[in-house]
């Protein structure tokens, strides 16, 4: 597949995406009392537009650039659909049981980060308790900053 392709390809897929996502950071503004500047919408909703402002810029440059060259080997396409698949079987557990939120995160985080970094005659077990522990302290920090700080439970 070509550069332009793939881009073009995980752009529109990222401006559906930052749609959704700006959508419904827009709901908790109007769902909150209009006496706080400050609401659970407030950041998700300049977050969203920023996503959206920085997608546009990049499709414009993808759309205006010259070059097309292939975007990565044939090998690497099994990779980048297995991230795409466990994605969405991540997403789709989520949604299913909200309260294991933080265990598919650590098991998302490990199995997305063994299957970009793990290469053939690599000690699985070194590369598992090392990723593991980085899948961890991620998950630890998405708990401190969306439950422990701003009080805002994920599961």
């Not at 897929?13 to 407030?42: I, M, R, T």
């Not at 598919?104 to 090392?130: C, D, E, I, N, Q």
């Amino acid at each position: 597949m070509k550069v332009r392709s793939v881009e073009l390809i995980v752009l529109l897929g990222l401006a559906a995406a930052g749609v959704w996502y700006l959508v419904s950071a827009v709901d908790f503004l109007e769902a909150e009392e209009q006496d706080y500047f400050l609401n659970p919408g407030f950041f998700p909703t300049i977050l969203g537009c920023a996503l959206l402002l920085f997608i546009a810029v990049s499709l414009l440059q993808t759309l205006l650039s010259k070059t097309n060259r292939e975007a990565f080997p044939e090998r690497n396409t099994r990779r980048v659909l297995l991230v795409i698949g466990l994605t969405a079987g991540y997403l789709l557990l989520w949604s299913t049981a909200e309260s294991l939120f933080y265990l598919f995160t650590v098991l998302f985080f490990l199995a997305v980060s063994l299957v970009l970094t793990l290469k053939r005659g690599t000690p699985l077990l070194p590369a598992v308790l090392k990723l593991g522990l980085v899948a961890v302290l991620l998950t630890g920090l998405v708990y401190l900053i969306f439950d422990a700080t701003f009080g805002i439970s994920l599961t």
